[in-house]
């Protein structure tokens, strides 16, 4: 798994086309003859998030590679807890929604 180094949105969409291009390309060169990639649920309809619409645009890069793939669109994973748990604390209280 890789992620980007920076957060901001012209860095974030570069290195994930990038990163998908390189890898597209060392995979042909490889004779990969599958490529599975786990990417984000909903990433899709957050076009407001730079970190979202780079994620889309890494899957696009995949789709037009020409090599057969599969995405698999999960839930965030456990290593962005604390930044989740961060981004919600208000004066010590952690508050976030219940998703019911």
């Given at each position: 798994m890789t992620n980007a180094p920076s957060w901001g949105d012209d860095e974030v969409l570069a290195f994930f086309t990038t990163?998908?291009?390189?890898?597209?390309?060392?995979?042909?060169?490889?004779g990969v003859r599958h490529h599975l990639a786990v990417t984000i649920v909903n990433a899709d309809t957050m076009p407001d998030s730079g970190y979202m619409r780079a994620k889309v645009a890494q899957e696009q890069v995949i789709a037009e590679s020409?090599?057969?793939y599969t995405i698999v669109r999960a839930t965030q994973?456990?290593?962005f807890l604390s930044m989740i748990a961060g981004a919600s604390?208000?004066?010590g209280e952690v508050r976030v929604t219940t998703a019911a």
């Open positions: 990163s998908a291009r390189n890898q597209a390309e060392a995979e042909k060169a490889a020409g090599i057969p994973f456990y290593e604390t208000v004066d």
